[in-house]
């Protein structure tokens, strides 16, 4: 069992740049595909980014360019730095992990957080 806890959430303005960040509790965190999800109000739970065991990155169309997925595996940690943020970015982000190689899947992920809420505000 993994246990995923998000931080870095919070309120920010239109443009403005965010650093979201998840622990893992394994072990074998550096065996796992990482990723990051965002939910917002009344939609479905979608793909942002992930990050593979050797370091592939993946992003959506909607974050790409202005979204960084970064891990440490001596740490157990994954980042998702946010930069020029926008009011469609609004939304609880999600910090999961998979024993696939990859996947933008929500059900290729077996782990997830309980999600940090990010909101941007002009």
């Known amino acids: 069992q993994v246990q995923l806890v998000e931080s870095g959430g919070g309120l920010v303005l239109t443009g403005g740049s965010l650093r979201l960040s998840c622990v893992a509790s394994?072990?074998?965190?550096?065996?796992?595909?990482m990723g990051w999800f965002r939910q917002a109000p009344g939609k479905e739970r979608e793909f942002a980014a992930s990050i593979t065991r050797t370091g592939s990155t993946y992003y959506a169309d909607s974050v790409k360019g202005r979204f960084t997925i970064s891990r440490d595996n001596a740490k157990n940690t994954v980042d998702l730095q946010m930069n020029s943020l926008k009011s469609e970015d609004t939304a609880v982000y999600y910090c999961?992990?998979?024993?696939?190689?990859?996947?933008?899947?929500?059900?290729?992920?077996?782990?997830w957080g309980h999600g940090t809420q990010v909101t941007v505000s002009s």
């Open positions: 394994t072990r074998t965190f550096s065996t796992y595909l």
């Open positions: 999961a992990a998979s024993t696939y190689w990859w996947s933008t899947s929500t059900s290729g992920y077996n782990y």
